[in-house]
């Protein structure tokens, strides 16, 4: 008896628009909680489809924390995954994402702004782990940042641009072809005990660094008593 092919279960969906939605993102696994708010954000697909080789467009533009805007265009594909996307994105505030960086230096950012333009490509071949490769400029504007110490100013400028930047994964490889810095500044302290401020800003907090050498030092050998 002959085993008929099951054909895999597709699905199309041939238009679809949302205007003017809304979406909190709260993400707590973060020692500090990060709550995002997405507002307003639209979107238009025409014909995505889950059969082999349809390609789709997809439209999406939203605002982050009433800020950042977000742009992104472009055919996609989901089988096999594709996309030749157009990405611009618009002063996305550095601060929202804090947390996620906060125990690797103990700094406050307290102003800043990124901004991008380029293209996006992801493609997958056959069972193959994706590729993707992004091509643009990068702008960081206007950051500026504190030490959590002392609240002294750390390190700030004006504007920090990646002129034709070249990124990809799968391999990975990172190209710039050129990198302005403007109005650059950063505090450099040598303590009286001779230690620097970016060692703290960086290294090992003063009670854990005390916590470890309290659990390295050796028990004192016991005192014989003469008879």
Same mark, same amino acid.
């Not at 096999?80 to 030749?84: L, Q």
């Not at 996006?120 to 782990?129: M, P």
């Not at 994964?169 to 072809?177: A, H, L, S």
């Given at each position: 008896?002959e085993?008929k092919t099951e054909?895999?279960?597709?699905?199309?969906i041939?238009?679809?628009?949302?205007?003017?939605?809304?979406?909190?993102?709260i993400?707590m696994?973060?020692?500090?909680?990060?709550?995002?708010?997405?507002?307003?954000?639209?979107?238009?697909?025409?014909?995505?489809?889950?059969?082999?080789?349809a390609k789709?467009?997809?439209?999406?533009s939203l605002?982050?924390?009433?800020?950042?805007?977000?742009?992104?265009?472009?055919?996609?594909?989901?089988e096999?995954?594709?996309?030749?996307l157009? &990405?611009?994105v618009?002063?996305?505030? &550095?601060?929202?994402?804090?947390?996620y960086?906060?125990?690797?230096?103990?700094?406050?950012?307290?102003?800043?702004?990124?901004?991008?333009?380029?293209t996006?490509?992801?493609?997958?071949?056959?069972?193959?782990?994706p590729?993707?490769?992004y091509a643009?400029?990068?702008?960081?504007?206007?950051f500026?940042? &504190?030490?959590?110490a002392n609240?002294n100013d750390?390190?700030?400028?004006?504007?920090?641009?990646?002129?034709?930047?070249?990124?990809g994964?799968?391999?990975?490889?990172?190209?710039?072809?050129g990198?302005?810095l403007?109005?650059?500044y950063v505090?450099? &302290?040598?303590?009286?005990?001779?230690?620097?401020?970016?060692?703290?800003?960086?290294?090992?907090?003063?009670e854990?660094?005390?916590?470890?050498?309290?659990?390295?030092?050796?028990?004192?050998?016991?005192?014989?008593e003469a008879?």
């Open positions: 008896v085993k054909k895999p279960l597709s699905a199309k041939d238009s679809l628009k949302i205007d003017g939605g809304k979406v909190t993102l993400d696994v973060p020692e500090e909680t990060v709550t995002i708010k997405v507002d307003p954000v639209n979107v238009s697909a025409v014909n995505l489809a889950t059969a082999p080789g789709g467009t997809i439209d999406l605002t982050l924390d009433q800020k950042g805007a977000v742009s992104v265009k472009g055919p996609v594909g989901i096999p995954i594709s996309a030749d157009e &990405i611009d618009k002063n996305i505030g &550095i601060r929202s994402f804090q947390p960086f906060t125990d690797r230096a103990r700094i406050n950012v307290t102003q800043g702004g990124i901004s991008t333009k380029g996006l490509h992801v493609a997958r071949s056959g069972q193959d782990a590729t993707a490769k643009g400029n990068i702008l960081v504007a206007n500026a940042s &504190i030490d959590k609240a750390f390190l700030k400028w004006k504007s920090l641009f990646l002129d034709q930047l070249n990124v994964y799968n391999p990975m490889f990172v190209n710039i072809k990198v302005s403007t109005d650059f505090r450099f &302290i040598i303590n009286p005990d001779g230690t620097r401020n970016v060692q703290h800003i960086f290294g090992k907090e003063k854990e660094e005390k916590e470890h050498g309290e659990a390295e030092e050796p028990a004192e050998p016991a005192k014989e008879g």
